[in-house]
């Protein structure tokens, strides 16, 4: 397994909230001049699409080289304008990942799940967001209130571990799944045009990382809110390459004080259960949380309750967070973080391409454990009690989720 190294030299910042992470990234692509690449999962149509894609366009027609790999289930709404502006649009490249097809049977379940923006080479933005509207509120003016805005969180890095992001996502670029909307121009446009200029385009940007005016001086010098920590790209790429679930593995194994988890849909394996309960038993303390009552899946939420009783009875403590949908990723052992887009669930495991930006670092180790104890103050401890007081429905829908469960995970194993 590819495994990218730490790096030192990094400076990262905690984004929480959609508005804060949509503003920074809007804003870098408004002032790029050598590139912008994007590589999504979840994009719909509505007014945080509208604001993203029309800086994209503005900085492809003002020459900046704009490279786009949305996935094509997630993306579905709008793949097909996308298409169409990137044909029409110089340096505007459009990437779609494993269009479905019936054909290829179960290989319609391999989706890119990550989120990703690097600018200029200088800056990468890694976390949960997608481009739809459930994430953000007033920078995109948002009138739908009929649920709370989603939670989520990102990662701004700059500084050696960009030149990783960057070779990662040309790494997708060339992938055979990817399917390519090539305008025509002589710009490097991957497998529909010739691979020497895209070769040669990536080497430029990765060499820009790595120069000594960048590595002396980082983009974010000066800017508040930043930790300067060694950090490393971590990914999973299917089931064959699981380096994201190889790293927590081997940090859950090796924690002494504390293990706190967060996932929207916490359906993980039995060993990864197991290490928990262990590192509980030995005197670590192990926190997860997950939603409560806001969720875009339930079925989900049921199927991860049947875990439940096993974890407590261990002294593993599961926190149900009450004030919205509860959609970020990270993970924090003792003082190593990885936030980014990998959900605790075995779909991911076995059919997502992953993206995560570990850091090894106190002061941000202190950031998450700020964002971990906020979510301790919104989100109800759920206890044996509890469980037993659950409905007589509510105890069959977990019954019957789990098995469902278990009958998939066999039949697409």
Same mark, same amino acid.
């Given at each position: 397994?590819?495994?990218?190294?730490?790096?030192?030299?990094?400076?990262?910042?905690?984004?929480?909230?959609?508005?804060?992470?949509?503003?920074?990234?809007?804003?870098?692509?408004?002032?790029?001049?050598?590139?912008?690449?994007?590589?999504?999962?979840?994009?719909?149509?509505?007014?945080?699409?509208?604001? !993203?894609?029309?800086?994209?366009?503005?900085? %492809?027609?003002?020459?900046?080289?704009?490279?786009?790999?949305?996935?094509?289930?997630?993306?579905?709404?709008?793949?097909?304008?996308?298409?169409?502006?990137?044909?029409?649009?110089?340096?505007?490249?459009?990437?779609?990942?494993?269009?479905?097809?019936?054909?290829?049977? @179960?290989?319609?379940?391999?989706?890119?799940?990550?989120?990703?923006?690097?600018?200029?080479?200088?800056?990468?933005?890694?976390?949960?967001?997608?481009?739809?509207?459930?994430?953000?509120?007033?920078?995109?003016?948002? @009138?739908?209130?009929?649920?709370?805005?989603?939670?989520?969180?990102?990662?701004?890095? +700059?500084?050696?571990?960009?030149?990783?992001?960057?070779?990662?996502?040309?790494? !997708?670029?060339?992938?055979?799944?990817c399917l390519m909307v090539y305008e025509? +121009?002589?710009?490097?446009?991957?497998? *529909?045009? +010739?691979?020497?200029?895209?070769?040669?385009?990536?080497?430029?940007?990765?060499?820009?990382?790595?120069?000594?005016?960048?590595?002396?001086?980082?983009?974010?010098?000066?800017?508040?809110?930043?930790?300067?920590?060694?950090?490393?790209?971590?990914?999973?790429?299917?089931?064959?390459?699981?380096?994201?679930?190889?790293?927590?593995?081997?940090?859950?194994?090796?924690?002494?004080?504390?293990?706190?988890?967060?996932?929207?849909?916490?359906? @993980? @394996?039995?060993?990864?259960?197991?290490?928990?309960?262990?590192?509980?038993?030995?005197?670590?303390?192990?926190?997860?949380?997950?939603?409560?009552?806001?969720m875009d899946h339930?079925?989900?939420?049921?199927?991860?309750?049947?875990?439940?009783?096993?974890?407590?009875?261990?002294?593993?403590?599961?926190?149900?967070?009450?004030?919205?949908?509860?959609?970020?990723?990270?993970?924090?052992?003792?003082?190593?973080?990885?936030?980014?887009?990998?959900?605790?669930?075995?779909?991911?495991?076995?059919?997502?391409?992953? %993206?995560?930006?570990?850091?090894?670092?106190?002061?941000?180790?202190?950031?998450?454990?700020?964002?971990?104890?906020?979510? +301790?103050?919104?989100?109800?401890?759920? *206890?044996? %009690?509890?469980?037993?007081?659950?409905?007589?429905?509510?105890?069959?829908?977990?019954?019957?989720?789990?098995?469902?469960?278990?009958?998939?995970?066999?039949?697409?194993?």
């Amino acid at each position: 397994m590819k495994a990218y190294p730490v790096r030192s030299g990094n400076q990262c910042q905690l984004l929480v909230s959609g508005d804060i992470f949509l503003q920074a990234v809007s804003r870098a692509i408004e002032d790029a001049r050598i590139s912008v690449l994007v590589e999504m999962y979840l994009v719909e149509r509505g007014r945080s699409f509208n604001l !993203v894609w029309s800086r994209l366009l503005l900085a %492809a027609q003002r020459g900046v080289s704009v490279y786009v790999i949305f996935d094509d289930f997630g993306s579905r709404q709008v793949v097909e304008q996308c298409s169409q502006d990137a044909r029409t649009t110089p340096h505007l490249h459009f990437s779609v990942y494993n269009p479905i097809a019936l054909h290829k049977y @179960t290989a319609n379940f391999m989706r890119d799940h990550r989120k990703l923006v690097v600018v200029d080479g200088k800056t990468a933005w890694v976390g949960g967001f997608g481009v739809c509207d459930e994430f953000y509120d007033r920078i995109i003016q948002r @009138t739908d209130y009929r649920e709370p805005v989603w939670l989520d969180v990102a990662v701004e890095v +700059s500084g050696s571990c960009v030149a990783d992001w960057i070779l990662l996502f040309f790494d !997708v670029w060339c992938e055979r799944r990817c399917l390519m909307v090539y305008e025509g +121009s002589t710009e490097p446009g991957g497998r *529909n045009g +010739s691979l020497k200029p895209l070769m040669h385009f990536t080497r430029g940007l990765v060499q820009g990382v790595n120069g000594p005016e960048n590595l002396r001086k980082p983009a974010s010098e000066g800017r508040s809110g930043f930790c300067k920590c060694p950090g490393r790209v971590a990914y999973g790429a299917q089931w064959v390459q699981q380096d994201i679930v190889r790293q927590l593995t081997i940090q859950v194994r090796s924690a002494k004080h504390r293990i706190w988890l967060t996932s929207p849909y916490f359906v @993980t @394996t039995w060993g990864l259960r197991r290490l928990l309960m262990r590192a509980s038993r030995r005197g670590v303390d192990v926190r997860i949380f997950v939603p409560g009552p806001y969720m875009d899946h339930p079925a989900i939420r049921y199927a991860g309750r049947r875990h439940y009783r096993k974890l407590l009875a261990a002294g593993v403590e599961i926190f149900e967070y009450q004030k919205s949908f509860l959609h970020a990723k990270v993970f924090l052992c003792d003082n190593w973080t990885s936030v980014g887009s990998f959900n605790l669930d075995r779909w991911t495991y076995q059919w997502n391409l992953e %993206a995560n930006q570990e850091c090894y670092c106190e002061s941000f180790a202190d950031k998450i454990q700020v964002f971990f104890l906020d979510l +301790s103050d919104k989100s109800v401890p759920m *206890n044996q %009690a509890q469980l037993a007081r659950l409905s007589i429905k509510e105890r069959l829908l977990i019954s019957v989720v789990g098995m469902v469960e278990e009958l998939m995970l066999r039949f697409f194993r």
